[in-house]
């Protein structure tokens, strides 16, 4: 239970993942390689930000060289591993198709049978190679050097600028290509163009607000083959960061529309979904504990169809969890042994603050925290006392690390029992670090020692 944190990261990146499947005929690449030597080649599926192995196949002296998975998977973007850097390649509209190439330049010179998708993928890649090297033959006959030359910035924004209308041209004439999609989900959101010369702070921010609400617009989140790709992740993950520095409402408006943007899809929306939850599980922050809170009773207990037993059990046990420990609640009480066998209880400790600590003595992040949390507690002494529970109980192993990080002031206990269920408490990593008042009510929830430094300097 210590990584039930991390239930929906693994529940989201497992090959069960791998829903819609083409059983019928399965997958079956062929390939013929010239001036290939003898070589293991990997063909990977883009997921979620990983790379997931279908399957590992030797090119032979002929330079011939057969993918197979008997089930099929999903429609995607995959990767050959051991062509180059790695080769793109689409798997959409047909899995059983073959290509030739040679390894010399891959990418100039394949050519596939039976996969139209490929054809105009790698199509487009040689009309921008084209059109890259015009630009440098470009550069080279202007004799620029750096690559901050106004005449260099001002071509390549050209270049730039006549690949996005390529791809729009494509999507114009291929609306359902999935080649397409995938090339159209580079782009950034069109910006609209405010008739001033200089914006005022108020246009700047309803730009970003703008950017922020539109972001997804080339991303195509109701085509289920878009979690299946390295864009729609990577623009995932810069969302992620942006949401927590928002206001409230303009989080839980972001959030909401990014999930309704799936509707239809199902691995893609347990994606968005699962990896909201996990983000925003175990956060100090209020207004992303709302967040939480919406996504999973929503779109997790709300939406039971999509989800599995065991990820509906962990969301209510997470959720009864936080809410046992909410902010203003009294912390459970706690009476662990000390270092003299003598039993020290929480409500017992008399100070304006109390540190709860749990942690582990083995864990790296733990040692890395612990002095930290010993210099803090030094510069609020006079208000702060620091409850470390260890949750390794034996006692050799705990003198041994409070007298390595000189924690000799804190009040260092464990459970002798050994029958504590510290997840129950929350602790679902090491360390976890809660703020408590004079009463021994919550203040702050898994905090990290920097965020803990903040609640005190403001109080």
Not at 115 to 136: C, D, I, K
Request: charged content about 25%; hydrophobic content about 40%; glycine content about 4%.
């Amino acid at each position: 239970m210590l990584n039930m944190l991390r239930y929906f990261g693994s529940m989201v990146l497992v090959l069960v993942a791998f829903g819609t499947l083409q059983a019928q005929k399965g997958l079956r690449i062929e390939g013929k390689i010239a001036n290939a030597k003898p070589s293991m080649l990997v063909l990977v599926q883009y997921f979620g930000g990983d790379l997931m192995p279908i399957d590992t196949a030797i090119i032979g002296n002929d330079g011939r060289v057969v993918w197979e998975d008997k089930e099929g998977i999903p429609a995607g973007m995959c990767r050959i591993l051991g062509i180059g850097r790695g080769m793109d390649i689409v798997v959409a509209d047909s899995q059983r198709f073959s290509f030739e190439a040679d390894m010399k330049d891959p990418i100039a010179s394949i050519r596939f049978q039976n996969s139209p998708e490929n054809t105009l993928f790698f199509n487009y890649q040689r009309e921008v190679r084209t059109r890259y090297q015009r630009a440098l033959s470009y550069r080279q006959q202007m004799g620029i050097k750096d690559d901050n030359d106004p005449r260099w910035k001002t071509r390549f924004r050209e270049l730039n600028e006549e690949i996005k209308k390529h791809v729009d041209s494509l999507y114009k004439k291929y609306p359902q290509s999935f080649a397409v999609h995938f090339l159209k989900s580079y782009q950034e959101p069109k910006l609209p163009v405010l008739p001033l010369k200089i914006l005022s702070p108020k246009d700047s921010a309803y730009l970003q607000s703008y950017a922020r609400e539109h972001f997804f617009d080339n991303s195509f989140l109701s085509d289920e083959r878009m979690v299946y790709t390295p864009t729609v992740p990577v623009r995932f993950e810069r969302l992620l960061k942006t949401i927590p520095s928002l206001p409230k409402e303009e989080q839980l408006k972001l959030v909401e529309k990014t999930i309704q943007q799936t509707k239809g899809t199902v691995e893609l929306r347990k994606y968005i979904v699962g990896k909201f939850a996990q983000q925003f599980e175990l956060t100090p922050s209020a207004s992303l504990d709302e967040v939480y809170q919406l996504v999973v009773q929503k779109y997790v207990i709300g939406e039971p169809g999509l989800w599995d037993a065991s990820t509906l059990q962990k969301v209510k046990e997470v959720s009864a969890i936080k809410a046992k420990l909410a902010v203003g609640s009294p912390f459970p009480s706690l009476r662990l042994t000390d270092l003299t066998e003598n039993e020290r209880a929480l409500e017992a400790v008399k100070s304006d603050y109390t540190v709860l600590y749990f942690y582990d003595p083995g864990c790296t992040h733990c040692r890395e925290t612990t002095p930290k949390l010993t210099a803090l507690a030094n510069r609020y002494a006079d208000k702060l006392q620091v409850y470390a529970v260890s949750l390794d109980a034996d006692a050799t192993v705990l003198k041994k690390f409070t007298e390595e990080f000189n924690t000799q002031n804190f009040i260092n206990v464990r459970d002798t029992t050994r029958k504590i269920e510290f997840y129950t408490l929350g602790v679902f990593n090491y360390p976890t670090v809660y703020l408590l008042d004079r009463d021994k009510k919550m203040v702050a929830r898994w905090l990290s020692v920097e965020q803990l430094a903040s609640y005190l300097l403001n109080r």
